[in-house]
């Protein structure tokens, strides 16, 4: 019969187990906890920075489409989409407005696209690249600039 067995009832003998809990339970926090939060941190990171690119889409076209000229349509445009990113704090080198069917025309439309590149939690690296867009209708009624 093996040593580690009593020699009376045939049960293990338990002192060769002790402290063996506190060490899987370390081991296992670790090498499972550990990567499991820095995957649900990653993936909190990108979606709150897919949120803001495609809110700041939003409002750099509705500010785009409210404006008197194209020109001041792209600045209102930028600083609309840093007001919204720095709340979400991210940030983007800016919008970029493409006019379909002419600038501000009556009846025409503006695309906003906003990219915001996302790092990662922890670690360097480029990071993710997210992208927001929106599309606005220039009202057609309006006077054309």
Do not use: N
């Not at 339970?25 to 939060?37: F, I, K, R, S, T």
């Not at 080198?93 to 696209?113: A, E, F, H, I, K």
Request: net charge neutral.
């Amino acid at each position: 019969m093996p040593s580690h067995f009593r020699e009376c009832d045939g049960i293990p003998d338990r002192a060769d187990d002790a402290g063996a809990a506190v060490l899987e339970v370390l081991v296992l926090g670790v090498g499972l906890l550990v990567p499991l939060l820095y995957g649900v941190l990653s993936v909190m990171a990108v979606q709150s920075a897919s949120y803001a690119a495609t809110s700041a889409a939003r409002e750099a076209s509705r500010a785009y489409v409210a404006a008197d000229s194209p020109a001041q349509g792209l600045a209102r445009a930028r600083v609309a989409t840093r007001l919204v990113l720095a709340d979400a704090g991210v940030t983007s080198p800016g919008p970029t407005v493409r006019c379909v069917g002419g600038c501000l025309v009556p009846g025409s439309r503006v695309d906003v696209t906003v990219r915001v590149v996302v790092p990662l939690p922890l670690l360097g690296g480029p990071g993710i690249t997210v992208t927001g867009q929106e599309s606005m209708p220039v009202d057609r009624y309006r006077s054309a600039p």
